[in-house]
Nanobody, 127 residues
Framework: QLQLVESGGGLVQPGGSLRLSCAASGFTLDDLAIGWFRQAPGKEREGVSCIRSGSGQTFYQDSVKGRFTGSRDNAKNTVYLEMKSLRPEDTAVYYC????????????????????WGQGTLVTVSS
């Protein structure tokens, strides 16, 4: 069974930090571009970051650039999203997914080999 499992969400005050993890099982992430997406209440899903295979080059949505950092550890079959300087508008359910595409400033789902989504982890930024 192909699965992505997110963890690391929670309640954090504005200005705080969280690190999300996305662990894969049933397949390897090595050759896949993995994206982070989020959906806030009443809003459409949006792309947050996309980390490419190989080089690990990462694209970010403009609103998170400079605050969020994507990384991957292929040995652990896991992708991470480090989030700093969190704002109330970052509140959303965060999903990781295979696969993604994009360019500096925007991220979209983009399936080349397979499509897998995690169940999501809730991030709440509030005082």
């Amino acid at each position: 069974q192909l699965q992505l499992v997110e963890s690391g969400g929670g309640l954090v005050q504005p200005g705080g930090s969280l690190r999300l993890s996305c662990a894969a099982s049933g397949f390897t992430l090595d050759d896949l571009a993995i994206g982070w997406f989020r959906q806030a209440p009443g809003k459409e899903r949006e792309g947050v970051s996309c980390i490419r295979s190989g080089s690990g080059q990462t694209f970010y949505q403009d609103s998170v650039k400079g605050r969020f950092t994507g990384s991957r550890d292929n040995a652990k079959n896991t992708v991470y999203l480090e989030m700093k300087s969190l704002r109330p508008e970052d509140t959303a359910v965060y999903y990781c997914a295979a696969e993604c595409g994009g360019s500096p400033g925007w991220v979209i789902p983009f399936v080349r080999h397979l499509e897998v989504w995690g169940q999501g982890t809730l991030v709440t930024v509030s005082s």
